[in-house]
Structure formats: C-alpha cells, structure tokens
C-alpha cells in the first residue's frame, strides 16, 4: 500500500464525521422503532437511491459503469417495500428529488466521492440485518434485502471500492477536494430526504414493542 492508498479514504472520514454523525441523530437507527418508521426508512432510501444513482453512473468513465452497475441497491430497497406492502410516501418522494440539487455530480471523483457515502452504509447494514430478524421477523429474502445488500461480500466488496476510490481520484489536490464535496453534498441530501421524517411523527416502539430494531451506522 502507497501512502496515497492511505489517504483518500481518512480525509473522506474525517471531512464527512459530523455529517455522519447528523444523519444517525437523524434516522435512530440504533434505537428500537416500529415496523412503521423502518418503512418509511427504506422508502426515502429507494426515493434517493432511484435518482441518484443514475446520476452516479452517468458522472462515472464509461469502463465503471459495469462495475456500479453490480453495485446498485435501489432495486433491493423496492423489494423489500413490496415485500412488506410499505405504502407510497409522496413527501419522501419530492424530498428526495429535491435534495438531488444539493449534489454538483460533475466529475467522477465528485461520484467517487458520493460513492464512499452509501458504500459505507452497506457495512452498517450488516449490523443492523440480525436486529431486522430478531424484532421486527425479516429475512435477508424478505423486508431486509436492502441492508443485507451482499452479505458475506460486503467487507470484500468495500475494500475493493476503497481501492478504486484511490485509483481513480489519485493524488490530485483539485481531483481530492471534488471527492470530499461529493461526500459532503451527499450526506447533506440524505439530510433534506429524511427531514420530513421528524416532521411526521410515528407510532413508538411501546406501542409496537416486537417492531424494533437497532445497531446499524449509515
């Protein structure tokens, strides 16, 4: 490992730590909540994720699209909203599409940089899936498809991401500062996604008290 290796991934960590730490304030995952909330969870996720990663995958070299493509989880947040007959969600919905403008995706190390954002929260959804099981009684094939993503793979699979992070953007200044506003400007509209959550409140978990679950970072 070159010490370039070695830099990318901690200044995307430490630029983005109170961002991350915003978005778990926000969206409690650590703390039990009912069958309700988790649903409106993966809702604002499949809203985001629908639009987002089309524009990732356009601000990607054509030669990484194949390689996003295999990566994308939209599709298992819809699933599981299916699985579970989670109902439509009209302010998640435009929440999320209006908190597309906050990310300027112009440059693959802006998408890069995006990327770090939800290929880190599949390692937090690994913790949370046992949780999923044991509360709220989903399966990896049934209501936790998005969080369980790839499973055994997912360490694997982001030690590969943190590689090609590197690769790609390299040790340009410029190309390293488009990283780190595409992981900042994606956090900030994962922000504005979930906002409505706390204006919307929902049942508690004393009313649902085998609905929970916790444990898992984004």
């Known amino acids: 490992m070159t010490s370039n290796d070695a830099d990318l991934l901690p200044r995307l960590r430490h630029s983005t730590g109170p961002l991350h730490d915003r978005i778990e304030a926000l969206l409690q995952l650590e703390a039990p909540m009912p069958l309700a909330r988790y649903g ?3 809702r604002g996720f499949h809203e ?4 987002w ?3 990732v995958r ?3 070299p054509a030669d990484l699209r194949p390689w996003f493509d295999e990566r994308r989880r939209a599709a298992l947040a819809l699933q599981d909203l ?3 007959s989670i109902p439509e969600a009209p302010d998640l919905r435009q929440s999320a599409r209006d908190a597309q403008a906050l990310i ?8 890069i940089g995006a990327l770090y954002v939800i290929e880190g929260s599949a390692l937090g959804g690994q913790v949370l899936v046992p949780q999923l099981m044991r509360h709220l009684g989903l399966r990896p094939d049934h209501g936790a498809r998005y ?9 694997a699979l982001w030690r590969e991401f943190r590689q090609l992070a590197q690769q790609q953007v390299g040790p340009s200044e410029p190309a390293i500062a488009d990283a780190l506003r595409g992981a900042a400007q994606t956090f900030e509209a994962l922000l504005q996604t979930f906002a409505v959550l706390e204006a919307r409140p929902l049942p508690s978990s004393t009313q649902d008290a085998d609905s929970r679950a916790s444990q898992a970072l984004v």
């Not at 300027?104 to 998408?111: E, L, N, Q, W």
């Not at 969080?147 to 360490?155: L, S």
């Open 82 to 84: 299916q699985d579970l």
């Open 147 to 155: 969080f369980h993503g790839f499973g055994d793979r997912t360490g």
């Open 58 to 60: 356009f601000a990607l």
């Open 40 to 42: 409106r969870i993966l």
């Open 53 to 55: 990663e089309q524009r």
């Open 48 to 51: 985001f994720l629908q639009l």
């Open 104 to 111: 300027r995706m112009d440059s693959p190390a802006v998408a």
